[in-house]
């Protein structure tokens, strides 16, 4: 089976959507509530960095970024040939009373988003959970709606996007790959 791969975006594209999300973010911040940053692991860190980056001078200093694991936390965890690879929850903040905003590279299913919540809620209980995603391509099994997205891309059950972000990745781009 070949892939076919098309850009759907590329770095500039990417910084373009960036600054729209943190904008966005700023936006519908929660007065007098700190705000935090978690992103999934692995290109939703990178995602969150770039964000808190772009969010310092709209919210008048810096935005605290965690990263979250949801290896253990997944609902397919134990139907694989291969042992799941643990990367660690780093979050040197407390979630308790903060407005935490969950940042993914692309929503799919809601799965990821549920394990995640269920991750950051074992750690306190936030002020309010709100979610940004960079790619939002449909086709969910669980009821979850982002509150930030940096770029909706309708999809085939069979497509995928895939992000490509430093330093996870050597380029950043956002792609679009269909089998066939």
């Given at each position: 089976?070949?892939?076919?791969?098309?850009?759907?975006?590329?770095?500039?594209?990417?910084?373009?959507?960036?600054?729209?999300?943190?904008?966005?973010?700023?936006?519908?911040?929660?007065?007098?509530?700190?705000?935090?940053?978690?992103?999934?692991?692995?290109?939703?860190?990178?995602?969150?960095?770039?964000?808190?980056?772009?969010?310092?001078?709209?919210?008048?200093?810096?935005?605290?970024?965690?990263?979250?694991?949801?290896?253990?936390?997944?609902?397919?965890?134990?139907?694989?040939?291969?042992?799941?690879?643990?990367?660690?929850?780093?979050?040197?903040?407390?979630?308790?009373?903060?407005?935490?905003?969950?940042?993914?590279?692309?929503?799919?299913?809601?799965?990821?988003?549920?394990?995640?919540?269920?991750?950051?809620?074992?750690?306190?209980?936030?002020?309010?959970?709100?979610?940004?995603?960079?790619?939002?391509?449909?086709?969910?099994?669980?009821?979850?709606?982002?509150?930030?997205?940096?770029?909706?891309?309708?999809t085939e059950q069979r497509e995928r996007v895939r992000?490509?972000?430093?330093?996870?990745?050597?380029?950043?781009?956002?792609?679009k790959v269909a089998e066939g």
């Amino acid at each position: 089976m070949t892939e076919r791969e098309s850009r759907l975006c590329d770095a500039d594209g990417l910084a373009c959507l960036l600054d729209a999300m943190a904008r966005r973010v700023g936006e519908g911040r929660r007065a007098g509530v700190p705000l935090r940053l978690i992103g999934v692991r692995t290109r939703g860190v990178p995602i969150a960095q770039r964000l808190a980056e772009r969010l310092r001078p709209l919210v008048g200093g810096g935005v605290p970024v965690g990263a979250v694991d949801i290896t253990l936390y997944r609902d397919d965890i134990g139907r694989s040939d291969r042992w799941p690879v643990l990367r660690g929850t780093e979050i040197a903040f407390q979630v308790d009373g903060a407005e935490i905003v969950l940042v993914d590279d692309v929503l799919f299913t809601g799965r990821t988003v549920r394990a995640a919540l269920n991750a950051i809620c074992d750690l306190g209980r936030p002020d309010c959970i709100r979610l940004a995603v960079l790619v939002d391509r449909g086709h969910r099994e669980i009821p979850v709606q982002p509150d930030v997205v940096g770029l909706i891309v309708p999809t085939e059950q069979r497509e995928r996007v895939r992000v490509r972000i430093g330093p996870v990745d050597p380029v950043d781009e956002i792609i679009k790959v269909a089998e066939g």
